[in-house]
């Protein structure tokens, strides 16, 4: 079945440092991509997406480039700050003609990034 | 996008209770979801609700636990029934944006129900 897979956390950066965090993924078709991110007490909130191959999601410095030949959805961000602190999920949402469940995401299991000042 | 409300932010409750947690979004929307968000993991659908038919349940998930209810096509509530503290978890619900013909888009997020349950 469809998959997402994070790299582990928890992932602990100095100010201004660059940021990867990587996500691939197992699926059917095309699937769209997200990547989701939840600050301490919150809800989820939408960061980037991408619906088809080579598209790439951006959004607050943060990006991310769909690669199909390596099913692949890596976040990165060239310069992090203390308050992008937070746990980020990466998703993807299954096409419905190649079997998807309608509204169901499949997450990956977080990364919680910590940044210090 | 979508702005959605949920009600109670949070909550403590005893064994054996029921809590309802309610749901509201600023525009009228076709499909909504409930998630639930076990502590240190992933989320899990529970249900897709549209509005005028029954709840569609995950595999894991039944109406009896977790009834839900889509009066109309802003609001949505999801109650959890006779819990037990395997239930504390936070309740996320979601809206669906901009459905196209075959592709599913984006989901929108509440900012989720911290239930636990002594």
């Known amino acids: 079945g469809d998959s997402v897979t994070q790299m582990e956390g928890p992932v602990t950066l100095s100010e201004e440092a660059f940021l990867t965090i990587n996500c691939t993924y197992t699926?059917?078709?095309?699937?769209?991509l997200f990547w989701y991110v939840q600050y301490p007490g919150e809800g989820l909130q939408l960061l980037l997406k991408?619906?088809?191959?080579?598209d790439k999601g951006s959004n607050k410095g943060f990006e991310a480039t769909y690669r199909k030949e390596t099913t692949s959805f890596h976040l990165e961000k060239g310069s992090v700050q203390v308050s992008d602190s937070a746990v980020y999920f990466c998703?993807?949402?299954?096409?419905?003609?190649?079997?998807?469940?309608?509204?169901?995401?499949?997450f990956g299991k977080g990364t919680k990034l910590s940044v210090k000042p | 996008s979508a702005v959605i409300s949920q009600k109670p932010s949070r909550d403590i409750c005893q064994r054996g209770t029921s809590l309802t947690i309610q749901c509201q979004v600023d525009?009228?929307?076709?499909?909504m979801f409930w998630y639930r968000q076990q502590p240190g993991q992933s989320l899990t659908l529970i249900a897709t609700?549209?509005?005028?038919?029954?709840?569609?349940?995950e595999s894991g998930f039944v109406i009896d636990k977790f009834p839900i209810s889509r009066p109309n096509l802003t609001f949505s509530t999801l109650t959890v029934s006779n819990m037990s503290p395997e239930d504390s978890s936070i309740y996320l619900c979601?809206?669906?944006?901009?459905?196209?013909?075959?592709?599913?888009?984006?989901?929108?997020f509440g900012p989720g129900t911290r239930l636990t349950v002594l």
């Open positions: 998703a993807l949402s299954a096409p419905l003609n190649y079997g998807g469940s309608q509204g169901n995401l499949i």
């Open positions: 525009s009228q929307v076709t499909m």
């Open positions: 991408a619906t088809k191959a080579d």
């Open positions: 699926a059917t078709g095309y699937p769209s």
């Open positions: 979601s809206v669906e944006v901009g459905v196209l013909a075959g592709v599913s888009d984006t989901q929108y």
């Open positions: 609700a549209n509005q005028g038919s029954e709840a569609t349940y």
